[in-house]
C-alpha cells in the first residue's frame, strides 16, 4: 500500500510550536550516526525506527543496525525495495513500502529509551532528477527540512506516528507493536522517571551533537558557494567555447553574427542582445542581428544612431567595454546627449525599448572597428554589470572578431580566385581569339598578294577582286589591333577626355550615319530612332566617345539581327540629373545568365572558334569602360534566346542649357566627319 502524507507534515500538525530547519545531507549522516552511536554505548533497549528512502541507502548502514538489533528487540526498518529488500523479521523488522510512498521523499530515525530520547524526522527540499532505474542520484549538496530535537514529548509523538504507519504496512506486527507502545510511549512510570534522571554523559549529548551540526552546516554552506562559483565559471568557459566553436565553423559573416547573438543571449540571460556591423565614421548603423527574450520588444531593422553617440564615441576612444548600470541616472546619456544634440533620441530608445542597463561592447581587430554588440537589461529594476561578465562579453566579442577577419580573408580570397579564374579565361580567349583573327585574314592577305606576285597576266576583275579582298581583311586586322590599344588605354587611364555640352540626338544622327557608311554593300536591320522627347536637354560629355559607344552598339545589334528584323533607339529622363538611351532589337538575344558576362573582354557567346559572327568580343567591354569613365552604367536586358535583346546606359545632364550654339557646331564638325567617311567608302 501507499501512503501519500507525510510524516513531517503529521509532526508539525501535532507539535504546532515547531518549525522546521534546513539541512544538508551530510549533516543528517553526521546526525543519525551520533544517534545510533548513543545506542551503541548505552545499555538501554531502546524503540529504535529508522526510515531509509531507497534500500540502496539502508545497505550502507545495515552492519551497524545488526549490532543495534543485539541490544534490543524494538528495531523497525523501512525502505523503498530496489533489489532484495522485503517485508522480514529475521534480525529486525523490515518494512517495505511503494516507491510512491511519501516516505520515499523522507529521512526519518526515532530512538525512545529510559535515559534519552531523540528523533529525526525530515524530507527532502528539492528532489534531485533520477539518473538511473534506481531513483535519485547520491549528492551530498541535497538539501532536507525537518526536526532534529532531544525533546521527549516531540519524540514520542514521532514514535507514535512511526508505529502507526508501520501497523498499516504490516499488519501481522500488532502485538509487538502494541508492547512498544506500553514500553516506550505510555506515560512515564515513577521508576523510568527516576532513570531518566540519572547522571550520565549520555543522557543529554544535545551541546556536542549541536555544535558538530553547527560546523558540518557552515562547512556545507562554504562547500556549496565554492562549487556553484565553479560551476558559474564553468557554464561560462562552455559557453565561450560554444560561441568560439560555433562562429569558428562559418564562413559566412551573416552566419557568424546569427550565432554569437543567439549563444551570448542565451548564455548570458540579458532581456535583449544584438551584434550590428559598422566603421568608425558611419553616423547611423542598421539592427540585422538580434536576441530577445519572450516579451521583450525588438529592434531588428531599426536603425541606431551612432554620430554623437557618446557611447559609441568613449568606446571607439578607449577601445574597451561601455557599460551603463542604470540608464536614467547615467550622466553620458542625458546631460552629455542634451549637449551632442542626441538627447531627445536617447531618452526615447529607452523609454520605448525599456533599457534599464546598457553594455556596449566594440568588435576591434587590430585596432579596428568591425562592428558593435549591444546587451540590454529590460527589467523595471536596474543591474550592475559585474566584472566576471563584461569579460565573458569581451572574449567573446575578441573570438567573433577574428570569426569575422577570417571570413572576409576568405571571401577576399574567393574574390581573388574568381579575378584569378577570369584572367585565364581572358587568356585562354585572347590566344584562341587573335590567333584566329589575325592568322585567318594574314593568310587570305598572303594567298591574294602572292596569286598576284606569280600570275602577271591575271584578268583585270580577278585582279581586283584579289586586291579587295586582302584589303578587307588588312582593315578588319588593323580594326582588331585599334580596339586591344582602345581598351587597353581606357582600362589604364591614358585617355583625355573633352567634356563638351552637346545635343543627344545630333550624337545619334551621326552614330547612325557612321554605322549605315560602313555597311554600305551589306544588307542590314532598319535602325528607328524612336521615343524621343522634344525638349530633350544637352548632356555634359566626351562627344567622339559618346558616338563611339552608340556605334559600336547599333554594330552590336546588326550584327546578331538578320536583315529583315528590327533596332530601334529611344531616350528617356531619369530623375532630372540623367539620361537613359536604350538601344534595342529583335535578333539573337542574350540568355539570363549571361547579361553580365556579355561586357567581359573577349566574351563571344558561340565560343571563340565556332562563332557565326565576326569580332573579337572586345566592343561591349569598350563601351562599359567608356561610360564607367564618365561616370554613368551600362546594362542590358533580354527575355531570351531568340527573343531580341536591350542596352541601356546613362549620360549625365548639363544643368544650364545656354550653350546650344556650341553643340550646333561641334554638331556641324561631326558632319564633316560623317561626309568624308561615306565618301572614303564608296570609293572603297
Known amino acids: 500500500m501507499s501512503i501519500s502524507k507525510s510524516v513531517v507534515q503529521q509532526l508539525l500538525d501535532d507539535c504546532k510550536d515547531w518549525r522546521p530547519q534546513m539541512y544538508f545531507k551530510s549533516s543528517l549522516t553526521a546526525l543519525s550516526h551520533a544517534m545510533e552511536d548513543l545506542v551503541l554505548n548505552d545499555s538501554d533497549t531502546p524503540l529504535v525506527i529508522a526510515s531509509f528512502q531507497r534500500e540502496r541507502f539502508y545497505r550502507q548502514e545495515s552492519h551497524r543496525y545488526k549490532r543495534i538489533a543485539n541490544k534490543s528487540d524494538q528495531v523497525y526498518i523501512l525502505a523503498a525495495p530496489e533489489t532484495s529488500f522485503s517485508n522480514s523479521s529475521i534480525d529486525y523488522e523490515t518494512i517495505a513500502f511503494e516507491s510512491d510512498d511519501a516516505l520515499a521523499q523522507e529521512w526519518h530515525l526515532v530512538i525512545i529509551g529510559q535515559h534519552y530520547a531523540s528523533c529525526l524526522i525530515c524530507r527532502e527540499h528539492n528532489v534531485p532528477p533520477s539518473d ?55 506515560p512515564k512510570s515513577k521508576s523510568i522517571a527516576k532513570a ?13 551533537v549541536q555544535r558538530l551540526v553547527t560546523y558540518l552546516q557552515a562547512g556545507q554552506y562554504k562547500l556549496l558557494k565554492a562549487n556553484k562559483s565553479l560551476a558559474i565559471k564553468q557554464q561560462k568557459e562552455q559557453l565561450l567555447n560554444s560561441v568560439t566553436d560555433a562562429v569558428r565553423r562559418s564562413l559566412n559573416t551573416k552566419q557568424i553574427l546569427q550565432v554569437a547573438v543567439q549563444k551570448l543571449g542565451e548564455g548570458v540571460g540579458v532581456c535583449r542582445c544584438i551584434i550590428y556591423r559598422c566603421r568608425e565614421n558611419d553616423t547611423v548603423a ?95 529594476e536596474p543591474i550592475a554589470w559585474k566584472p566576471d561578465d563584461i569579460a565573458l562579453v569581451d572574449a567573446i566579442a575578441t573570438q567573433v572578431g577574428v570569426a569575422l577577419i577570417q571570413a572576409e580573408a576568405y571571401a577576399d580570397l574567393e574574390d581573388l580566385n574568381q579575378q584569378l579564374e577570369a584572367l585565364d579565361r581572358t587568356r585562354s580567349n585572347l590566344v584562341a581569339i587573335v590567333g584566329h583573327e589575325l592568322r585567318t585574314p594574314l593568310s587570305t592577305i598572303q594567298i591574294c598578294l602572292e596569286s598576284l606576285a606569280s600570275e602577271p597576266d591575271m584578268a583585270s576583275e580577278l585582279s581586283q577582286i584579289m586586291l579587295d579582298t586582302a584589303l578587307g581583311d588588312a582593315e578588319r586586322m588593323r580594326n582588331l589591333v585599334q580596339d586591344f590599344l582602345t581598351l587597353s588605354r581606357l582600362e589604364g587611364g591614358g585617355v583625355e577626355w573633352n567634356i563638351e555640352t552637346l545635343s543627344l540626338t545630333e550624337c545619334i544622327d551621326l552614330a547612325i550615319s557612321n554605322v549605315k557608311a560602313r555597311n554600305l554593300e551589306k544588307s542590314m536591320p532598319q535602325i528607328n530612332n524612336l521615343t524621343m522627347p522634344e525638349d530633350l536637354p544637352l548632356v555634359q560629355i566626351d562627344g567622339e566617345w559618346l558616338v563611339e559607344v552608340l556605334a559600336k552598339l547599333l554594330d552590336n545589334a546588326c550584327k546578331f539581327t538578320q536583315a529583315d528584323g528590327k533596332i530601334a533607339i529611344a531616350v528617356k529622363t531619369n530623375g532630372g540629373k540623367i539620361l537613359e538611351v536604350t538601344v534595342s532589337d529583335t535578333g539573337r538575344g542574350i540568355e539570363t545568365d549571361s547579361l553580365e558576362t556579355v561586357f567581359d573582354r573577349f566574351y563571344q557567346e558561340e565560343g571563340a572558334l565556332r562563332r557565326s559572327a565576326g569580332g573579337t568580343g572586345l566592343g561591349l567591354a569598350i563601351c562599359r569602360q567608356v561610360v564607367k569613365n564618365w561616370g554613368g552604367e551600362i546594362w542590358a536586358e533580354s527575355p531570351g534566346k531568340d527573343r531580341g535583346s536591350v542596352f541601356h546606359f546613362t549620360i549625365p545632364i548639363k544643368a544650364t542649357q545656354n550653350q546650344s550654339q556650341a553643340s550646333a557646331s561641334r554638331a556641324s564638325e561631326y558632319q564633316t566627319k560623317e561626309k568624308k567617311v561615306i565618301k572614303s567608302n564608296k570609293t572603297q
Not at 535519485?136 to 502507526?164: Q, Y
Not at 531518566?196 to 556536542?208: E, G, M, R, V, Y
Not at 544612431?305 to 550622466?331: G, K, R
Open 196 to 208: 531518566s534522571q540519572i547522571k550520565s554523559p549520555l543522557t543529554n549529548p544535545d551541546p556536542f
Open 132 to 186: 538511473n532505474k534506481y531513483g535519485a542520484v547520491m549528492d551530498t549538496n541535497r538539501r532536507f527540512e525537518g526536526i532534529w530535537t532531544f525533546d521527549r514529548s516531540v519524540t514520542m509523538a514521532a514514535g507514535k506516528i512511526m508505529l502507526e504507519r508501520i501497523a498499516l504496512y504490516r499488519p501481522e506486527l500488532a502485538n509487538k507493536i502494541r508492547k512498544a507502545h506500553r514500553l516506550y510511549l505510555a
Open 286 to 380: 542598421t539592427i540585422d542581428r538580434e536576441f530577445i527574450s519572450p516579451g521583450i520588444k525588438s529592434v531588428r531593422g531599426h536603425s541606431w544612431q551612432l554620430a554623437n553617440n557618446p557611447l559609441f564615441e568613449e568606446a571607439l576612444a578607449t577601445t574597451e567595454t561601455i557599460s551603463v548600470d542604470n540608464t536614467l541616472e547615467d550622466e553620458r546619456l542625458h546631460q552629455l546627449a542634451w549637449d551632442k544634440g542626441t538627447g531627445e533620441f536617447f531618452q526615447n530608445l529607452i523609454q520605448n525599448y525599456s533599457i534599464s542597463s546598457w553594455l556596449l561592447v566594440p568588435i576591434f581587430y587590430h585596432g579596428r572597428l568591425l562592428g558593435v554588440m549591444e546587451l540590454h537589461h529590460c527589467e523595471p
